[in-house]
């Protein structure tokens, strides 16, 4: 196990170096000279000069790629165009917002998608499988951004039951320390923005986890099918034990590692849709930064939000396949 | 010679309400095509999909208004005879965009698979067959490719190339690359260790031959599957691309611009984002339909 943790982590070594070598060409591949394009057509040569200077676009390229490595090491981001802000603290809230929204996604499309899986297989060609599995289908193929609109439109706009844009009541933000919402506003001790903070979170929450939520019961129905016909399903079954602990302790503990592969696959959807989610919901999160900065031709943002997110998908899946042994002994490595 | 041989290798024992003639045999093809009949939702898909085909090619004929005629009396009016979908912003016929919309994603959709497809598979069968550093070298650029959530390397292509339709197309098509490629070579590499891949090398065939006339034939199911089911999110991805303001520009009817141009309206005017919606929705659906159904027909061992 160690070992293979070890492996698994050197591994890493080359892909993380070809996508910092991905985001670094950004700005170089750039048609024409990135420093006029960012600064458009009417820009003088002093200023295209100095622009080029920051940015260090006059040096070799190897040069430039070694001193872009050397300050992503040290957690140098760069500096933002627009706002001359240092990234990588300006990034920090927008990526706590991301993360806050990701995971209130990832739950609801894991209960929700596991579940609905489960019963399918459970009562396999009943109603209650052909509407759960029409309705995966049509999640599956649901543009997120449409979903958003609509959501936003019959629940917000038109029954006026949840807020359809931001984190939070912006006549009474909410104090940060942590920069996750639902975490500040109980160390505040403020339980009324908790709940308007949590009410926030679900429309764009739902938006985001509704394509993970049919992948996901699609998957588990599968596996949990492959498993319900095992011969320890019908020992387990003839020896009375009650339905529940019948399905869920005994059958879905060993379809639970596809559904895992897949739940660690999806992790990228949901960052990737972040971004769409986050432009209609008006959330401040890592993709709008990223969104805006693209709007701004603020490069060195749009370099650096893309690693961020591209690393932190990286990492998840990481996790996910060392949880692997984990759950499942049975695999070796 | 050969290639009767490997045929038979491969062949799948047939039904037993045929007694076998001879060592003929159906092709697994034909087997795949009488799965897929069977399969209702994937006839549904097939219907879908060449519905929004048909509408495409007679777009001229079945559309009354022009496509960016502009009419502004008649300006966000609701579903009626005269425009059936209603009329957007600025007084174009939804239902005459939406149809030239239809033409604008599947080509979009058709040439972002075809060339991933291409390359995908190109690389896939060097890595594959060629094994030792040239396998490790693509297959760590695939792996670098598919470190990035897909539209998030999409978009950081058209933030380089600068934003329009064919830059998103260009996007869609490199993003795409390595999922077919990733599957080429697993086959390849299975393929490799056939008898029959190493009879025809015994013969003296040349890789070439072998790659085209031997590895590529057994590969298509997969890529067949994989193409269906690529041209759904392709679609998807370039209307996600198109909302977002990095793909299609302004007065082109694109489904995902269209939605984004219109969703100020959508309280006062909410056909102007439900049709080209449903529109994306229902086409994605169909090859989703079918892609299912083909992976359960040629690939017997994937089915649910």
Redesign the interface.
């Known amino acids: 196990m160690l070992a293979y943790t070890i492996r698994r982590l050197l591994m890493l070594i080359?892909?993380l170096i070809?996508?910092s070598?991905?985001?670094f060409?950004?700005i170089h591949?750039?048609?024409g000279n990135p420093a006029q394009v960012i600064l458009g057509e009417q820009a003088s040569p002093q200023a295209i000069a100095s622009l080029e200077e920051q940015l260090g676009l006059n040096e070799p390229y190897f040069v430039q790629y070694g001193n872009y490595v050397a300050g992503i090491l040290q957690g140098d981001l760069g500096t933002s165009l627009r706002t001359r802000g240092e990234i990588s603290t300006e990034i920090l809230p927008y990526l706590a917002a991301t993360i806050e929204l990701t995971i209130f996604a990832l739950i609801f499309a894991v209960i929700v998608g596991v579940n609905a899986g489960i019963i399918s297989a459970w009562r396999q060609n009943s109603m209650f499988d052909y509407t759960a599995m029409i309705i995966a289908?049509?999640g599956?193929?649901?543009?997120i951004?449409?979903l958003g609109?609509?959501q936003?439109?019959v629940f917000a706009?038109?029954l006026g039951w949840l807020p359809a844009f931001g984190r939070a009541n912006p006549r009474d933000p909410v104090e940060t320390t942590t920069y996750f919402y639902l975490i500040d506003t109980i160390i505040n001790g403020r339980f009324d923005q908790w709940w308007t903070s949590f009410k926030h979170l679900i429309l764009p929450g739902i938006a985001l986890g509704t394509i993970p939520m049919a992948i996901i019961a699609?998957m588990t129905?599968?596996s949990m099918?492959?498993v319900l016909r095992q011969d320890y399903m019908r020992t387990v079954e003839a020896k009375g034990s009650k339905t529940f602990t019948v399905i869920y302790r005994h059958g879905f503990k060993n379809a639970v590692i596809p559904v895992l592969t897949v739940v660690g696959l999806q992790t990228?959807?949901l960052?990737?849709?972040a971004?769409?989610t986050e432009?209609?919901f008006s959330w401040p999160g890592i993709g709008r930064y990223?969104?805006e900065a693209?709007?701004n031709r603020d490069?060195p943002v749009?370099q650096s939000g893309?690693l961020v997110?591209?690393t932190m998908?990286?990492l998840i899946n990481l996790v996910v396949d060392l949880l692997y042994s984990y759950i499942d002994p049975r695999i070796k490595y | 010679m050969e290639t009767v041989k490997k045929q038979e290798t491969k062949q799948p024992m047939q039904g037993p309400e045929k007694p076998q003639k001879k060592v003929e045999s159906i092709s697994p093809w034909k087997e795949a095509y009488w799965q897929l009949r069977k399969n209702k939702?994937a006839i549904v898909g097939l219907c879908i999909v060449l519905f929004f085909i048909l509408i495409a090619a007679l777009a001229p004929f079945i559309t009354t208004h022009t496509v960016s005629g502009m009419n502004a009396a008649d300006r966000l009016t609701g579903p009626s005879s005269d425009y059936w979908f209603g009329t957007d912003y600025s007084g174009r016929d939804i239902f005459t965009r939406i149809v030239y919309g239809a033409q604008i994603s599947l080509i979009v959709g058709f040439f972002a698979v075809t060339g991933a497809m291409f390359f995908g598979s190109l690389l896939g069968i060097v890595a594959g067959y060629y094994g030792r550093w040239v396998d490790m070298l693509i297959s760590?650029?695939f792996?670098?490719m598919l470190?990035?959530?897909?539209?998030?390397?999409a978009?950081?292509i058209v933030?380089?190339?600068?934003p329009s339709l064919q830059n998103a197309l260009i996007a869609i098509a490199i993003i795409n690359i390595p999922i077919f490629g990733r599957l080429v070579r697993s086959k390849v590499i299975s393929i490799r260790q056939e008898e029959y891949i190493l009879a025809a090398k015994a013969q003296g065939m040349k890789s070439s031959r072998i790659l085209i006339h031997h590895v590529l034939p057994n590969s298509t199911a997969p890529i067949i599957v994989q193409a269906t089911l690529g041209f759904?999110v392709a679609i998807?991805e370039a209307?996600?691309l198109g909302?977002?303001?990095?793909g299609a520009q302004a007065p082109t009817p694109e489904w995902?611009r269209m939605?984004?141009d219109s969703?100020q309206y959508?309280?006062s005017a909410?056909w102007t984002?439900?049709f080209?919606?449903l529109s994306?929705?229902?086409v994605?659906?169909g090859f989703?339909?079918i892609g299912?159904g083909l992976r359960d027909a040629l690939d017997p061992k994937m089915k649910?």
């Open positions: 080359p892909v070809g996508m070598l991905i985001t060409s950004i591949l750039i048609p289908l049509v599956v193929s649901m543009p951004f449409w609109l609509m936003q439109w706009q038109e699609r129905r599968s099918l492959e990228g959807t960052l990737g849709g971004l769409l432009t209609i990223v969104y693209i709007g490069y749009i893309i997110i591209a998908f990286v | 939702l760590r650029v792996d670098i470190a990035f959530p897909s539209i998030l390397l978009i950081a933030a380089m190339l600068g759904g998807l209307a996600a909302f977002l303001g990095l995902g939605l984004s969703r959508i309280q909410p984002v439900l080209p919606g994306i929705m229902l994605v659906l989703n339909m299912d649910s």
